[in-house]
Nanobody
């Protein structure tokens, strides 16, 4: 059974940093592309960042480039999202996702992902 469990969310002041973690079980992230998405109140879920199964290719949304970094630790079967210079527009529930198929490319479309975590709330007050 595949399970993705996010952690690390919380309340942070503008300009601050958070690191989200996504602990995966039931699938080896060494073979699976992983991603982060977010959904703000009243908005649709949007892509944040993705990392290839090999770790060699990374995609980020324009809104977070230069501020957010996705990475992974295959030994811990965990994916991370380091978020710096947070602003109120980053307030959202952040979801971890795993690709549907091993060794498949992930470039940011929700249709590429078949497994989702329950989400973790990130709040940046204005």
């Amino acid at each position: 059974q595949v399970q993705l469990v996010e952690s690390g969310g919380g309340l942070v002041q503008a300009g601050g940093s958070l690191r989200l973690s996504c602990a995966a079980s039931g699938l080896p992230i060494s073979k699976i592309g992983m991603g982060w998405f977010r959904q703000a109140p009243g908005k649709e879920r949007e892509f944040v960042a993705a990392i290839a199964w090999s770790g060699g290719t990374i995609y980020s949304a324009d809104s977070v480039k230069g501020r957010f970094t996705i990475s992974k630790d295959n030994a811990k079967n965990t994916v991370y999202l380091q978020m710096n210079s947070l602003n109120p527009e980053d307030t959202a529930v952040y979801y971890c996702a795993a690709a549907k198929y091993s060794y498949s490319a992930v470039v940011g479309s929700e249709y590429e992902f078949g497994y989702w975590g329950q989400g973790t709330q990130v709040t940046v007050p204005s």
